[in-house]
């Protein structure tokens, strides 16, 4: 199991540029389709977890599911697995191109990486609204904090905390009509 867990991370990190959002597409491949180690809903909590807790999606989640699959030392070994390709590939452009990021090579490759990049993001995007959006309640938070985010800049701290007040505040003076939305859930 441990090494299975290191490949599948290795090969996830070896291809995810551009962060935890454009991860999502190749984890729920690799982990929900093809391994089936976790489902969809398990998937989006997590990634829900990993955003609200310190560090990156990408070694909260690897540490998630190692966790999962394997205890303390299936975390730590799916966490590197998800880091080695970012070090490996680092130090190889490194040691080809100097640290500049000047060479007309490189600026292709990565003006082609960014255009792709917002592609899985918007994917995982839509994906993530597809799921979460499960009532009117989920749609009304989602324009509070949307609003509140561009007019004020608020702090993710500060929305995420808006978003379990406005939740519990639907629990306690809507209680039906919130347990009957989870239990379609």
């Known amino acids: 199991m441990l090494k299975e867990l290191f490949v599948s991370f290795f090969k996830i990190g070896l291809?995810?540029?551009?962060?935890?959002?454009?991860?999502?597409?190749?984890?729920?491949?690799?982990?929900?389709?093809?391994?089936?180690?976790?489902?969809?809903?398990?998937?989006?909590?997590?990634?829900?977890?990993?955003?609200?807790?310190?560090?990156?999606?990408?070694?909260?989640?690897?540490?998630?599911?190692?966790?999962k699959k394997?205890?303390?030392?299936?975390?730590?070994i799916a966490s590197l697995g998800i880091i080695f390709p970012s070090l490996i590939i680092i130090t190889l452009i490194y040691n080809f191109f100097g640290n500049s990021f000047e060479n007309p090579l490189i600026?292709?490759?990565?003006?082609?990486i960014r255009a792709c990049i917002i592609g899985l993001i918007a994917s995982s995007t839509l994906k993530i609204c597809k799921r979460s959006f499960i009532s009117g309640i989920s749609?009304?938070?989602?324009?509070?904090?949307?609003?509140?985010?561009?007019?004020?800049?608020?702090?993710?701290?500060?929305l995420i905390t808006l978003g379990i007040l406005l939740g519990a505040a639907a629990a306690f003076f809507l209680p039906n009509k919130m347990k009957s939305i989870l239990e379609v859930k």
């Open 139 to 158: 749609y009304i938070i989602f324009i509070i904090a949307f609003i509140l985010l561009l007019m004020f800049d608020l702090s993710p701290i500060l």
């Open 70 to 76: 394997a205890g303390k030392l299936g975390g730590f």
């Open 107 to 112: 600026k292709s490759i990565f003006l082609g």
């Open 15 to 67: 291809f995810t540029f551009g962060g935890g959002y454009a991860m999502l597409p190749l984890i729920e491949k690799e982990l929900v389709e093809k391994r089936r180690w976790i489902t969809e809903e398990e998937l989006l909590e997590m990634f829900i977890i990993s955003q609200m807790t310190p560090g990156t999606i990408a070694i909260n989640a690897s540490t998630f599911i190692g966790n």
